[in-house]
């Protein structure tokens, strides 16, 4: 807590003087916004047992800071500081997403800090601390702070060419007599595009990773060869009332262990994404489908469409964390109007188990309400109740409960 009071005093000080800067003539050259998230969770029975059902419940909050500090005309250096904590009874520390504390821990730490740097209007360059793990919707999506090289070309309004490389792991000091550190790495590298054609936007990424002959451990006689290359399609369309989004993930992954022929690894996985709605007054009604490979009958991978990705409040989110190799069809309504200040949605899901002859199945009722306080901040409830069968080895039909409600401001 020292920690975080002593760095919003300095940012609060930074803020003064630039402050008293923009009184005069010259213009600010810091911008601060954040938000901040305060709320309580609680999840019955993730265990999916029809008797001894546990229930756990948390308090969670969640504060973002971020700058932008210009330095000149074409560069501006951005930050973000992040403080989590939540608080748990039970030792239930595994459900926890964001940082998995215990009831004392809390963390105060550096998820942003890379320069943007304009060599001219349509090219620039990012460096730095930056985001990793997301592209296109929010399907496949696990926010990452990443170590990226970005640069972007934009050919025309509409038409950005990205090409990143990434640093996933770097180890620099693990490396045998003889190697260099290099070959110890995990490096990812993307070309990417972000264009718009009247009311479609199409966003494709293609990916490939790679890890140096001596990942891991260093050790020479444990040489692997690995590569995992990737294609990812992003679809968005707008035509007035009625609106869509989509993406298709495609993975090839390769890796063979010299020291352990048993080790040789080969998966294909794949994952589809599509959400289809009308916007009525005063609502939104849609569809959405969501699948996920799952080919470990054949010992190859399950796509897991990440955590960023809840196409459900209970088996989504808390129960099961998050459905990999399942797919999932939903119908829901959103945005629903009561006057001004009001807002609720309902969903109704259905769940199956991808895996060869699985029959694990769930349906499941959703709920969320809410209620602006005023311009910047909104209270806000949201609830799921599950129904599942044959979940467990056991084979019973159990219900899972989740609820989890909280207050948000933006500054």
């Known amino acids: 807590m020292k920690k975080l009071l002593l760095v919003m005093f300095i940012l609060a000080s930074v803020s003064s003087v630039y402050a008293a800067d923009a009184a005069s003539t010259t213009p600010s050259a810091l911008k601060i916004s954040g938000d901040f998230y305060v709320g309580g969770n609680m999840a019955m029975n993730d265990d999916f047992v029809k008797s001894g059902k546990s229930t756990y419940s948390y308090f969670d909050y969640d504060l973002n800071l971020n700058a932008a500090l210009k330095a000149s005309e074409n560069a501006t250096v951005f930050v973000r500081l992040t403080y989590d904590k939540n608080v748990i009874g039970s030792g239930k520390v595994e459900k926890v997403e964001s940082t998995n504390q215990n009831a004392s821990s809390s963390v105060l730490a550096v998820e942003r800090a890379y320069l943007n740097y304009k060599f001219m209007p349509s090219l620039q360059l990012d460096a730095g601390l930056m985001g990793g793990g997301q592209w296109g919707t929010l399907f496949g999506n696990t926010e990452a702070n990443i170590m990226r090289v970005k640069l972007t070309w934009t050919a025309a309004e509409g038409m950005d060419f990205l090409a990143i490389y990434q640093k996933n792991t770097e180890q620099y000091n693990n490396i045998t007599a003889t190697e260099t550190s290099e070959n110890n790495d995990d490096n990812t590298y993307y070309l990417g595009a972000k264009m718009t054609f009247g009311p479609v936007k199409v966003q494709p990424l293609l990916s490939y990773q790679t890890r140096g002959t001596n990942y891991g451990d260093g050790v020479a006689d444990n040489e692997l060869d690995y590569a995992k290359a990737g294609a990812d399609v992003a679809v968005y369309g707008d035509f007035g009332m ?88 939903k119908l829901y309504a959103s945005d629903i109007k009561i006057g001004s200040d009001i807002t609720l949605g309902a969903a109704l899901a259905y769940g199956m188990d991808n895996v060869k002859d699985g029959e694990a199945n769930f349906i499941e009722i959703d709920a969320t309400f809410a209620y602006a306080l005023d311009a910047q901040t909104e209270y806000s409830i949201n609830a799921g109740y599950a129904m599942t069968d044959k979940m467990t080895a056991a084979e019973e039909k159990a219900n899972c409960f989740a609820m989890y409600h909280g207050i948000k401001t933006k500054f």
Do not use: I, R
């Open 242 to 329: 009625f609106g869509f989004e989509a993406e298709v993930v495609y993975f090839t992954e390769n890796a063979d262990y010299a020291a352990a022929a048993t080790d040789k690894k080969e998966d294909t996985t794949s994952g589809e994404y599509v959400n289809l709605f009308l916007k009525l007054n005063p609502l939104t009604a849609g569809l959405v489908l969501a699948t996920a490979s799952d080919n470990s009958d054949t010992q190859e991978g399950v796509y897991n469409w990440g955590k960023d990705f809840d196409v459900t409040v209970v088996m989504d989110d808390w129960c099961e964390a998050t459905l990999a190799g399942w797919t999932v069809a």
